[in-house]
């Protein structure tokens, strides 16, 4: 953040890892690429600020992450608790955001949305197994690993909790877009959001609108609390080819506002628009226009609006948390100094 105090990187990162370039920034972190010193591997580096996250929250985040062993999750290679900061490693992710390989595209083929789907509803049928909701799946925390635009990776496990720790845990947190009916009536979380988040996902994905998106936050709670959606009609539009009654049915499956009727991950990945559609068969080609100037009317929204939304919607039932980040800065590897940060390694 501009006009902030800096906060050096801790000596024994830049003794363990050659920092590079800032890859991210948000409220509460940044990531920097890096290389590790000894084995000349890429990974990245998130550094966080002890003034703007719990250190309760952190250390849950690392626990579930060291559980959640899976292709199309964030792999975490090393955790650092120092005096300045929270730092956490991870695989290098090199390929961007889904949304955004795809809107580089003029038309996505609903065989293409089957794959990337396909590979979603695995990973969380891996977290929901063990009892582990996310809380925050929305297109930005689905990232490629490269830029070839196979492999998926589910990242930013900040909001997410174990059920078997705490199985009777209340959360509102999260974008408002993505967030499950019950979420917002503060009633006891389930893997069930998730698949909410899902369904909305996937009927951005399949027709370039957001089922609930409002003019404002307080619109877009509105839209979610009555559950009620429709589909773009193809005759209004002549650059948007219906997507099929498989689809479609997929799609509503996720979206019921009762969460013990809602579809699993497992039953998803079952479905017969699943099943039919890798075979290619009935595959509409949807133009990914309306996508691209939907993608830009959510990265024009200033980062912090949601939460702070959200924090007031809290504030009615519940406290919220939160904080700033000082900027941090790219440096080379040093050698060993006396002035060496303090750090306990958990990892």
């Not at 929270?86 to 889904?98: C, K, P, R, Y």
């Not at 993505?178 to 399949?206: C, R």
Request: glycine share 6%; proline share 5%; charged share 25%.
């Amino acid at each position: 953040m501009a006009g902030g105090s800096e906060m050096s990187i801790p000596s024994i990162v830049r003794r363990k890892y050659a920092v590079q370039e800032e890859l991210a920034r948000g409220k509460f972190g940044v990531v920097f690429k890096c290389t590790d010193s000894v084995t000349r591997e890429p990974a990245a580096v998130k550094v966080m600020s002890k003034k703007g996250n719990k250190e309760v929250d952190v250390y849950r985040e690392v626990e579930i992450l060291k559980q959640l062993k899976h292709p199309a999750i964030l792999s975490i290679t090393d955790f650092m608790d120092c005096d300045t900061g929270f730092v956490l490693i991870t695989e290098l992710l090199n390929g961007g955001e889904l949304f955004d390989y795809v809107i580089e595209r003029e038309f996505l083929e609903e065989s293409q949305a089957v794959d990337y789907l396909t590979q979603i509803m695995e990973a969380m049928d891996f977290c929901h197994k063990k009892n582990i909701v996310h809380l925050d799946l929305k297109p930005e925390n689905i990232v490629l690993k490269e830029k070839d635009g196979k492999q998926l990776k589910i990242i930013d496990f900040g909001s997410a909790q174990n059920l078997s720790v705490n199985p009777k845990i209340k959360s509102m947190v999260g974008t408002p877009e993505f967030i499950a009916p019950e979420v917002l009536q503060y009633d006891p979380v389930t893997t069930a959001a998730d698949m909410w988040a899902i369904g909305v996902i996937s009927y951005i994905l399949l027709t370039g609108m957001s089922p609930f998106l409002g003019d404002d936050d307080m619109e877009t709670v509105g839209n979610i609390s009555t559950g009620e959606y429709e589909y773009p009609d193809p005759q209004d539009e002549e650059t948007y080819e219906d997507i099929s009654n498989l689809a479609k049915d997929f799609i509503d499956q996720l979206l019921i506002m009762n969460p013990v009727l809602r579809g699993t991950a497992e039953k998803s990945l079952t479905h017969s628009w699943m099943v039919e559609t890798k075979k290619g068969d009935n595959s509409a080609r949807i133009s990914t226009g309306r996508l691209k100037q939907l993608r830009a009317r959510r990265k024009w929204k200033a980062v912090g609006k949601a939460v702070g939304f959200l924090a007031r919607l809290r504030s009615i039932s519940l406290t919220s948390s939160g904080g700033d980040v000082c900027p941090l800065s790219p440096t080379s590897p040093l050698p060993p100094t006396a002035e060496e940060a303090e750090c306990t390694v958990n990892y």
